[in-house]
């Protein structure tokens, strides 16, 4: 994959990253660190400049994320009592779930979709919920465009610093990935704990 996602770039140039960003958004597992890096090395070698390749792909994460934002809003919280209704036992969620969750995001949501930026995978499927809770789009924008922004302007000037090297960059940034996963995982293994303990002491 990550041959054919340089070919790409190499042929297309600013409007090839931007559409392949936007991609990787919708789709997180086109890896976003082979097209920002590459593209930060190939600013040696093109007419492509660091600003250039930054532009393009904010521009492109943008795009995915008000996408996904979208599918979000079609997705609200009556649709969602629906899903509970007919398969909350066997998922062991309740409704009253979903409004702690509502309720939850309402209030941290501005920061969670900043802060999410930085993290894989979730850094895309963050533009769901910001969707599903309505939240103020022109807020969501800002703090898209500001996170993706440092995301895309470290990982871009790490890929034109380190040259022909710039693969070295996607293996760490791998391993950061990697990380995140398990750190998530067990995050997500004692949010279970702790709701069955809630649940048991009703």
Known sequence: MENWLINIINEYGYLGILLLIAVENVFPPVPSEVILTFGGFIT??????????????????????????????????????????????????????????????DKYGPWTVFFCRFVPLIRSLISIPAGMSNMNLQLFLALTTFGTLIWNVVLVNLGASVGSSWEDIVHYMDLYSRVIYVLLGILLILLFVLIAKRRRGK
């Open 44 to 105: 040696h070698s093109s007419r492509l400049t660091i600003t250039g390749v930054v532009i393009a792909s904010t521009a492109g994460s943008v795009i995915g994320a008000v996408f996904l934002y979208g599918i979000g809003l079609q997705i609200d919280v009556s649709r969602l009592e629906s899903i509970v209704d007919k398969w909350g036992s066997f998922l062991r969620l309740t409704k009253k779930d979903i409004y702690r969750a509502d309720a939850w995001f």
